[in-house]
T-cell receptor
Framework: GNSVTQMEGPVTLSEEAFLTINCTYTATGYPSLFWYVQYPGEGLQLLLK?????DKGSNKGFEATYRKETTSFHLEKGSVQVSDSAVYFCALSRSGYSTLTFGKGTMLLVSP | DTAVSQTPKYLVTQMGNDKSIKCEQNLGHDTMYWYKQDSKKFLKIMFSYNNKELIINETVPNRFSPKSPDKAHLNLHINSLELGDSAVYFCASSQEGTASSGANVLTFGAGSRLTVL
């Protein structure tokens, strides 16, 4: 079946540090890949997505590249801010379906 | 205007009671979902409806019964509540189509935190 594995958190960084959150997946066919973000007390919001191999999704300074050869979709940001503190979820959906399979989430804590 | 709205936001109740959580979306989406988020933030799909028809029913106790009166609403009714039902329940919706057209993107509600005592 489909599955998503994310690095365990929390990830604790100082403001302006470089961020990487690792995500790997197992799926048949050609899934679409997503990063969602959940700020405290809120629902999930789409951060970025990629729908085919070698696509790069980007938004708000965050980037992730769909790597089929390594089945990965790592999230990166060059300089984090305190306001980036949240839980980040990697997810996939099978081709033709919207239902998402989520990773376990990685909490990011950014201190001033 | 809230795109996906859930009520109530908080619900505290005793074991054995029956409760409902309501969800409405004003996005015109075809598909709606219920997800459960446990205390460790793990998210698991419970149900998915497409145009009022059930298309996904994961391994969920039959004490949970979704109801979709129309494609803009998907309510969740829970009978005989148990301690393990305590969680945050998220409703979401999406538009079917190709991934490149923006489909497969879920819009989530703010969540309903259920506490069973």
């Amino acid at each position: 079946g489909n599955s998503v594995t994310q690095m365990e958190g929390p990830v604790t960084l100082s403001e302006e540090a470089f961020l990487t959150i690792n995500c790997t997946y197992t799926a048949t066919g050609y899934p679409s890949l997503f990063w969602y973000v959940q700020y405290p007390g809120e629902g999930l919001q789409l951060l970025l997505k990629a729908t085919k191999a070698d696509d790069k999704g980007s938004n708000k300074g965050f980037e992730a590249t769909y790597r089929k050869e390594t089945t990965s979709f790592h999230l990166e940001k060059g300089s984090v801010q305190v306001s980036d503190s949240a839980v980040y979820f990697c997810a996939l959906s099978r081709s033709g379906y919207s239902t998402l399979t989520f990773g376990k989430g990685t909490m990011l804590l950014v201190s001033p | 205007d809230t795109a996906v709205s859930q009520t109530p936001k908080y619900l505290v109740t005793q074991m054995g009671n029956d409760k409902s959580i309501k969800c409405e979306q004003n996005l015109g989406h075809d598909t709606m979902y219920w997800y459960k988020q446990d205390s460790k933030k793990f998210l698991k799909i419970m149900f998915s409806y497409n145009n009022k028809e059930l298309i996904i029913n994961e391994t969920v106790p039959n004490r949970f019964s979704p109801k979709s009166p129309d494609k803009a609403h998907l309510n969740l009714h829970i009978n005989s509540l148990e301690l393990g039902d305590s969680a945050v329940y998220f409703c979401a919706s999406s538009q079917e189509g190709t991934a490149s057209s923006g489909a497969n993107v879920l819009t989530f509600g703010a969540g309903s935190r259920l506490t069973v005592l």
